[in-house]
C-alpha cells in the first residue's frame, strides 16, 4: 500500500507570497493532519480534516488555511508568507474514525520544506 | 512551562546499549501516550501507542507510563546504529479530551557502532 505523498518536498518562497501544498493520503484513509515542525517550536498541529471538513484547528493564524477534497487528498494554504514560516510542513492521515476511543494511528508523509526568503 | 518537556539531546550511546528516553507533563487529563521515530529528512513513524498507565512491550521497544509522576518512558534494548533518529513523544486528551496530540520537541539518539 502506498504511502502519504506530499508535493512539492520542497519550495523556496518571498516574504508575501502564498503558497499551496498537497498531500495524498493512504488510499482508505478519510483524516489527514496538517503540522508544522520548526527546531525552536517542534511539532505544532495544524488543523484536520475529514471527510472534507475541519474537524480540529490549532492555533495558527488565518493565514494558514486547508481544504480536503471528495477523494480525501488536502491541500494547505499559506497567504502572506512571513519569514517566520520556514519550516517542514508535514501531512499525516488516519482512519479517522476518531470519537469515542481514538484510533489515532498517524502515518506521516515526508513533509515539504517551505523556505521563505 | 511547556504542556510536554523532552531533553533534546543528543544522547550518545554504543551499540548495545539499553537507552532510555523520557517525556514529562504537567497536565494530568492526557490520557494517550506515544512515540514516534524520525529519521533525518523523513516523517516521524509511530512505534508505540499505550493508553493510561502501565508497560507496554513491542520487540526491542518498552513503553513505561507513570501517570502518578506525569512521566513516560520509551525503553530501547540492544540498541542498533539504525536506531540512530529523532524519537518525539505525543500526548492525547489532554485539552477536555480533544484528540489533538501535543508533542515533544523530539530527543536526537546516537547509536555508534
Known amino acids: 500500500k502506498a504511502g502519504v505523498t506530499q508535493t512539492p518536498r520542497y519550495l523556496i518562497k518571498t516574504r508575501g507570497q502564498q503558497v499551496t501544498l498537497s498531500c495524498s493520503p493512504i488510499?482508505?484513509?478519510?483524516?489527514v493532519s496538517w503540522y508544522q515542525q520548526t527546531p525552536g517550536q517542534g511539532l505544532q498541529f495544524l488543523f484536520e480534516y475529514f471527510s472534507e471538513t475541519q474537524r480540529n484547528k490549532g492555533n495558527f493564524p488565518g493565514r494558514f488555511s486547508g481544504r480536503q477534497f471528495s477523494n480525501s487528498r488536502s491541500e494547505m494554504n499559506v497567504s502572506t508568507l512571513e519569514l517566520g514560516d520556514s519550516a517542514l510542513y508535514l501531512c499525516?492521515?488516519?482512519?479517522?474514525?476518531?470519537?469515542?476511543?481514538?484510533?489515532?494511528?498517524?502515518?506521516f508523509g515526508p513533509g515539504t520544506r517551505l523556505t521563505v526568503t | 512551562q511547556k504542556e510536554v518537556e523532552q531533553d533534546p539531546g543528543p544522547l550518545s550511546v554504543p551499540e548495545g546499549a539499553i537507552v532510555s528516553l523520557n517525556c514529562t507533563y504537567s497536565?494530568?487529563?492526557?490520557?494517550?501516550f506515544m512515540w514516534y521515530r524520525q529519521y533525518s529528512r523523513k516523517g516521524p513513524e509511530l512505534l508505540m501507542y499505550?493508553?493510561?498507565?502501565g508497560n507496554k512491550e513491542d520487540g526491542r521497544f518498552t513503553a513505561q507510563v507513570d501517570k502518578s509522576s506525569k512521566y513516560i518512558s520509551l525503553f530501547i534494548r540492544d540498541s542498533q546504529p539504525s536506531d540512530s533518529a529523532t524519537y518525539l513523544c505525543?500526548?492525547?486528551?489532554?485539552?477536555?479530551?480533544?484528540?489533538?496530540?501535543?508533542f515533544g520537541r523530539g530527543t536526537s539518539l546516537i547509536v555508534h557502532p
Open positions: 505525543a500526548l492525547l486528551g489532554g485539552r477536555g479530551g480533544s484528540y489533538i496530540p501535543t
Open positions: 499505550t493508553y493510561s498507565s
Open positions: 488510499s482508505g484513509h478519510r483524516s
Open positions: 499525516a492521515s488516519s482512519l479517522g474514525q476518531g470519537a469515542p476511543r481514538p484510533t489515532y494511528e498517524q502515518y
Open positions: 497536565n494530568s487529563a492526557f490520557q494517550y
